[in-house]
């Protein structure tokens, strides 16, 4: 069965940078592409951008362009998702996420990161 | 950007009673919406793609309609287990919106 499985959860200073990765499973990695999307506290859903891991292209949205790198690793079917310059607005759960296009329903989510960042 | 309108943000409603969600996009998106649910703690899981698609192994009380700019979420007969926030989700256009949410509980 198709598994995304993230890494733990972190707590960083302003500033700083935090990567969390997401391993697949139970598909084809390459045949797909990983969403990432984050949710602050009690609030709702927002898209942050997708990555091919056929070939690497990107989408980012707007507003995180320049702070965010998303790559993958296909020899270990495993997607990053690095933030630079947090701040505490950052503070949310992030969650990766199964689409075949960038424009494509999302179908599969892994269990979310909480990211924490606070002085 | 295509802006999401969703309504109500909350409602709250009798077990077996029908409940509906409403979703307006700023724009025409053909049929190019989602409809998410998650539960407190959990990921979003997928139930409807393309608008009116029910997603495998989704129960049949969960329905979608509506094309262009105005959707409906539909649940035929309101389950306890169907508490949870509702969102749905424009994907015609980057950056992919969800709508604001609609919490669903029991009266």
């Known amino acids: 069965q198709v598994q995304l499985v993230q890494s733990g959860a972190e707590v960083k200073k302003p500033g700083a940078s935090v990567k969390v990765s997401c391993k697949a499973s139970?598909?084809?990695?390459?045949?797909?592409?990983i969403s990432w999307v984050r949710q602050a506290p009690g609030q709702g859903l927002e898209w942050m951008g997708w990555?091919?891991?056929?070939?690497?292209?990107?989408n980012y949205a707007q507003k995180l362009q320049g702070r965010v790198t998303m790559t993958t690793d296909t020899s270990t079917s495993t997607a990053y998702m690095e933030l630079r310059s947090l701040r505490s607005d950052d503070t949310a759960v992030y969650y990766c996420?199964?689409?075949?296009?960038?424009?494509?329903?999302?179908?599969?989510w892994g269990q979310g990161t909480l990211v924490t960042v606070s002085s | 950007d295509i802006q999401m309108t969703q309504s109500p943000s909350s409602l709250s409603a009798s077990v077996g009673d029908r409940v509906t969600i409403t979703c307006q996009a700023s724009?025409?998106?053909?049929?190019?919406l989602n409809w998410y649910q998650q539960k407190p703690g959990k990921a979003p899981k997928l139930l409807i793609y393309?608008?009116?698609n029910l997603e495998t192994g989704v129960p049949s009380r969960f329905s979608g309609s509506g094309s262009g700019t105005d959707f409906t979420f539909t649940i035929s007969s309101l389950q306890p287990e169907d508490i949870a926030t509702y969102y749905c989700?424009?994907?015609?256009?980057?950056?992919?919106?969800f709508g604001g949410g609609t919490k669903v509980e029991i009266k």
């Open positions: 139970g598909y084809t990695f390459t045949s797909y592409g």
């Open positions: 990555i091919s891991a056929y070939n690497g292209n990107t």
């Open positions: 724009q025409d998106i053909s049929n190019y």
């Open positions: 989700q424009q994907y015609d256009n980057l950056p992919l919106l």
């Open positions: 996420a199964r689409a075949i296009t960038s424009t494509a329903p999302i179908d599969y």
């Open positions: 393309d608008a009116s």
